[in-house]
Each structure stands twice: as structure tokens, then as C-alpha cells.
């Protein structure tokens, strides 16, 4: 509970350190790494049930029950990992690494993973956040959880071992933290340094009828709602101002395949030739095969579509496609509202619109650092999520997801602009700091100004290899306490021969 409470919709980000310090602290009053299993699988249960109840209200108790069971297994294994270790005087950097390890490989597993709960997302507001743009959120994770582990060995006392363990995570920290900890004033001149002017950019949050959940029931309305406020963002402007660069709709805005209905499409070139700007919009299209569908943002133009688009790359168990849909689609009504499987499209490219180079994400996306590193990397200046959030209205989802938008703003050092039909429409600045945000329940548009940016963060230039460094640490703690409970084995062996009492032939006295 304690953990869940650093995440917003509460968001006291110095929880997160402070109750796995206590979590931690167990591993000296356990008898065995069965038992610290179980621990580590209810600790998992109490955080992640927490965390992801609006699953509860969105999609329903069945999958609520199975994301939550199935990765609280990593965090099984990886309190096993710190309670084998406990034994080593730099336990704390051991139990960080094995436990950040394993916070990376719940990303990617079960359902193609889930990484909500990253504990670098937690570090938001608190003096950790100033480690983003370096380590990035995972990195930031390793730190939040060696501080974790550094105060439970400290507090419980393993002598001088302790101490000096401490010490030298305590060293390290500051270290990283005054290395790293540029003030935002030289970033923000960094970046205007990069890419100079700004631009204009309209956001689009056309709503969702009725209690704002049934998308598919209301994609006529939600089609003339994003039209009608696109029509209307020129009209709202200041006299002498400049129409938008780029109008971003919400994901799925325009429905099913709309350039494949003359109307539709008509309607949307209409529109993007009465703005004077591209719209890159958000449209569900035809998929591999007749059950699937692909989550696109197409850039259309007053000359009709472009060939450019993002296919979503992580689409949601139990939100987009149902796992196992033959075996298990019947278990819930909720389930009756997927009547398709979207599939993830290849790696995504940055995408040129509005004189500018746009790096897209598609609503969970956000959470995975790789498709926006990569785009990042590729040329992209700018951070654009086209998201929905509808099927999770009302909860607090889409607060979450805007916290882990804001860590990726910091991240990459990027400013962030997000379009949403009824979550969390807003913009980012590249320290975190939020421009603009809409109220879910209104229908409008927001006109943000934005600068781009061409500048590398050491987090986005070193992303594949701090997480590799990770996963090394961790292994090589892991190999470590293997090789020295080999070597106690065989010592006691050794003993066992040398002290065995000797054997005489039968009658010799």
C-alpha cells in the first residue's frame, strides 16, 4: 500500500524509497528463499493491486486479478535474489540491481508486459528526478531502489558492514545527483539553442458521449466533435496571430479506416485545408486479418492522407486485444466491448509534419521508454501521445499515465504534447513542468506553443546500455553469491572428511 501511494492519483513520491526500505529489512528474518517468495509474491499482490484497480472499473475483475497475479511473480523472484545476496557487504547495490532487473523484465512479461509502477516514475518531484535525463526512468529506478536498500541495511545494523555498504551508496547518490543536477535553466537554453523558434500546436479533445466509456457506439459523434473544434481553432485565435503548425487529434478520433470513406475523408481534408495545418490524426484501420485492427496516427494534409503513420506498438491486454481470446473470452461481459485484436505495428520512424519532426506515441506506448528513444535518436524534435482513455474514465488511470508522460518529458528532455478524447489532454515542458491541461470532461481545443529540440540526453544516447548494465549487475551479483555458496560447500565438505572418525577392520582394537 505504502508503495502505491508514491504513484499519483496520491503521488508522495518519497513513499516509494521508504517503504521498500521497510519491505527491504525482511530479508534478515527469513528462514528460506521459499518464504521470501511469498513475500515478495504478496508484497507484489498489495502494490499492484492497488496500483492498477481502475482495471477493476474499466475492463473488469478477470483481468484485474490475472495482470495482477501474473506480475507479481517478478516480484517474487527478485526478493528472493536480494534475500540470497544478503549475506554480501555490498548487499544494497546487489539487491538494487536484482530488483531493478526484475522491474525490467515485468515489462516485458506476461500479455507483452505491463511497466506501470516503474519506480523511477516515482521520483517525479522529489530531488531523484533530477537523475531523468541521464539515467532515465530506469535508471532513476535503480537509484530510488538503492536508497531503498541502502536505509534497510543501515537500519538494521549488520555492524561495520552496514556502514560502510551505506557509505558508499550514500557517496554514490550524491555523486550522481550533483553531476547530474543541471539547473533547467541551461537545459531550456540548451534546447532553444538547438532548434530555435517555436511552434503552435493545437490539441484536440473531442469527448466521448454518454458516460464517456463506449467509443464504438459514439464514433460518428466523436468524428463531428473533433471536426467541428479543428474548424473552429482559427476562429479562436489572437487577430494578429499565426494559424497552428500541426493539429493533433485524439487516438482514434476519426473512427474505422476513415480514407477509405469518400465522406470521411472529405470531411478531414476539409478541415485540415480550413486550419491551414496538418492533422495528424487518430483512426483504427484495417488490420493483417479480418479479426485484427491496427492503432494508427496518420498525418493528413488539405491534399488528403499521407503516406506517414505510427502504428502503435504495445497494444493493452484485456484493453485492446484479449489473451487467449478463445479460452478465456467468455469469462467477462467487459470482454464483449473488444471485438477486435489490434496487433503492434513494425519499429516506428519519426514522422515530419508541421515543419518539424514529431516522434508519436500511441496511449500506453508512452510507458515503454524504447519507441520514443529510438524515434528520439532518429531525428524526432518533439513528443507527440495520441491517446483515448476513455475505456479508463472516471479512474485514475489516466493521471497515471500522465505522470509517466511527464518522467519521459524530463527523459528526453523534450517537450511533450498530449491529445486525449476524455483523459488528460495537455503539454509539457521539457522539465516536467505542465503548460496546459484540459479538464477530461470538457470538449475543446488547447493552443500550446512548443520548442522543438535536437539535443541527445545521456539517458536517450545510453538507453540500450544502461539497461544491459542492469541486467549485467544483477547477473553478476546473482554469480557471485553462487560462487560463494559453492565454495562454503565444499569447505564444509572438507571438513566433514577431515573430521570423520577413523574406521579400523573388524577385531583390530
Not at 541502502?150 to 550524491?174: E, F, M, T
Request: one cysteine or more.
Amino acid at each position: 500500500m505504502g508503495l502505491a501511494l508514491a504513484f499519483d492519483p496520491v503521488g508522495w513520491g518519497l513513499l516509494a524509497p521508504l517503504s521498500l526500505a521497510i519491505f527491504f529489512s525482511r530479508v534478515w528474518h527469513l528462514p528460506r528463499a521459499r518464504v521470501a517468495a511469498l513475500d515478495g509474491f504478496v508484497f507484489g499482490v498489495a502494490f499492484l493491486g492497488t496500483h492498477l484497480w481502475w482495471l477493476v472499473d474499466s475492463i473488469g475483475v478477470v483481468a484485474w486479478v490475472a495482470l495482477t497475479l501474473a506480475e507479481s511473480l517478478w516480484f517474487a523472484l527478485g526478493f528472493v535474489g536480494a534475500y540470497l545476496c544478503r549475506r554480501q557487504v555490498l548487499w544494497p547495490v546487489a539487491t538494487a540491481f536484482i530488483w531493478t532487473a526484475f522491474e525490467i523484465f515485468r515489462q516485458s512479461w506476461p500479455f507483452g508486459g505491463l511497466p506501470w509502477g516503474q519506480l523511477g516514475v516515482a521520483a517525479l518531484d522529489t530531488p531523484l528526478e533530477a537523475a531523468l535525463p541521464y539515467v532515465g526512468v530506469t535508471g532513476t529506478s535503480l537509484l530510488v531502489a538503492l536508497v531503498a536498500a541502502a536505509g534497510a541495511h543501515l537500519v538494521a545494523g549488520r555492524s561495520k558492514a552496514a556502514w560502510a555498504s551505506a557509505g558508499v551508496v550514500g557517496l554514490v547518490v550524491l555523486i550522481a545527483l550533483s553531476t547530474l543536477g543541471r539547473t533547467r535553466a541551461g537545459a531550456d537554453n540548451h534546447l532553444s539553442e538547438e532548434v530555435g523558434g517555436g511552434k503552435v500546436i493545437a490539441l484536440v479533445q473531442g469527448g466521448v458521449p454518454g458516460d464517456g466509456r463506449d467509443v464504438l457506439a459514439y464514433r460518428p459523434e466523436i468524428l463531428s466533435s473533433s471536426l467541428e473544434l479543428t474548424r473552429a481553432i482559427r476562429g479562436s485565435l489572437p487577430a494578429n496571430a499565426l494559424g497552428p503548425d500541426l493539429v493533433i487529434w485524439a487516438e482514434g478520433a476519426a473512427g474505422g479506416s476513415p480514407a477509405d470513406d469518400d465522406n470521411v475523408r472529405a470531411q478531414i481534408t476539409a478541415a485540415a485545408r480550413e486550419v491551414g495545418a496538418p492533422i495528424l490524426v487518430g483512426s483504427i484501420n484495417a488490420g493483417p486479418t479480418a479479426g485484427t485492427r491496427y492503432n494508427q496516427g496518420v498525418v493528413w494534409s488539405a491534399e488528403g492522407p499521407k503516406p506517414l503513420a505510427y502504428t502503435k506498438l504495445h497494444p493493452v491486454p484485456f484493453g485492446e486485444f484479449i489473451p487467449a481470446r478463445n479460452l478465456i473470452g467468455g469469462l467477462s461481459s467487459q470482454f464483449d466491448r473488444i471485438p477486435f485484436d489490434m496487433v503492434p505495428g513494425p519499429s516506428p520512424e519519426p514522422m515530419s509534419a508541421g515543419g518539424m519532426v514529431i516522434a508519436n506515441a500511441i496511449c500506453f506506448d508512452i510507458a515503454y521508454s524504447g519507441a520514443i528513444r529510438d524515434q528520439v535518436v532518429a531525428g524526432a524534435e518533439l513528443i507527440v501521445v495520441q491517446t483515448s482513455n476513455a475505456t479508463f474514465a472516471g479512474t485514475s488511470q489516466p493521471q497515471q499515465q500522465f505522470a509517466i508522460t511527464r518522467a519521459r518529458a524530463i527523459e528526453t528532455q523534450r517537450a511533450v504534447v498530449v491529445s486525449s478524447l476524455n483523459g488528460v489532454t495537455g503539454a509539457i515542458r521539457p522539465d516536467g513542468s505542465v503548460i496546459e491541461q484540459l479538464s477530461p470532461e470538457a470538449v475543446a481545443a488547447a493552443v500550446v506553443t512548443v520548442t522543438p529540440s535536437r539535443y541527445l540526453t545521456p539517458a536517450v544516447r545510453l538507453g540500450p546500455r544502461l539497461l544491459e548494465g542492469i541486467l549485467v549487475g544483477a547477473g553478476l551479483a546473482l554469480l557471485a553469491e553462487s560462487v560463494r555458496r559453492l565454495r562454503e560447500a565444499r569447505g564444509a565438505s572438507r571438513n566433514r572428511t577431515q573430521h570423520r572418525p577413523a574406521r579400523y577392520p573388524t577385531g583390530v582394537p
